[in-house]
T-cell receptor, first 114, second 109 residues
Framework: IAGITQAPTSQILAAGRRMTLRCTQD?????MYWYRQDLGLGLRLIHY???????GKGEVPDGYSVSRANTDDFPLTLASAVPSQTSVYFC?????????????FGPGTRLLVL | GQNIDQPTEMTATEGAIVQINCTYQ??????LFWYQQHAGEAPTFLSY??LDGLEEKGRFSSFLSRSKGYSYLLLKELQMKDSASYLC??????????WGAGTKLIIKP
């Protein structure tokens, strides 16, 4: 059982390029999340999905888009990367989206935008 | 606004006890989580509190006071492998997690 996988592990990207970060979970969790983690700041929610076919905006959604075509996959796309999007990106999932739901994290993608 | 405060860094000695505090101001409250994050790795779940009081799990305990907007994580019998960052997160009225910046715990032999 893999849990949550993310790809790529790390990436160097030229500014202005388009990039999709992949996230797949095999736990049949309904809810999925994308966070970014920057030094000195807490994890910040970019987008989330409470169930397949639905998505919502988090705290810092600008410059990012997501889709949730099925339960397992939740890709995050940067349409035109900028240096301020340099960060570590974590995908997470939870069984459902309500109270007391523990989130489980993937290993992260380290992205450097030059 | 929403705010979670934790100390940036703490140092403790192997075998000792350390308490990591977290204070919060959020729009609504549906529980408080503690996660552990080793350098370069993903956060992993440690504990969850929704009612006032102490929850004990082996060497780790977590306390919550909702009236004070306060929680702490207590680590006993510290081991070198406990060197990590400890993240406090509050689930708000929309069931989203609001995260503190984390406390880096350094364990010295």
């Amino acid at each position: 059982i893999a849990g949550i996988t993310q790809a790529p592990t790390s990436q160097i990207l030229a500014a202005g390029r388009r990039m999709t970060l992949r996230c797949t979970q095999d736990m049949r969790h309904n809810a999925m999340y994308w966070y970014r983690q920057d030094l000195g700041l807490g994890l910040r929610l970019i987008h989330y999905s409470n169930t397949a076919g639905t998505t919502g905006k988090g705290e810092v959604p600008d410059g990012y888009s997501v889709s949730r075509a099925n339960t397992d996959d939740f890709p995050l796309t940067l349409a035109s990367a900028v240096p301020s999007q340099t960060s570590v990106y974590f995908c997470a999932s939870s069984p459902n989206s309500g109270s007391q739901e523990t989130q489980y994290f993937g290993p992260g993608t380290r992205l450097l935008v030059l | 606004g929403q705010n979670i405060d934790q100390p940036t860094e703490m140092t403790a000695t192997e075998g000792a006890i350390v308490q990591i505090n977290c204070t919060y101001q959020t729009s609504g409250f549906n529980g408080l989580f503690w996660y552990q994050q080793h350098a370069g790795e993903a956060p992993t779940f440690l504990s969850y509190n929704v009612l006032d009081g102490l929850e004990e799990k082996g060497r780790f305990s977590s306390f919550l006071s909702r009236s004070k907007g306060y929680s702490y994580l207590l680590l006993k019998e510290l081991q070198m492998k406990d060197s990590a960052s400890y993240l406090c997160a509050v689930q708000d009225s929309n069931y989203q997690l609001i995260w503190g910046a984390g406390t880096k715990l350094i364990i010295k032999p």
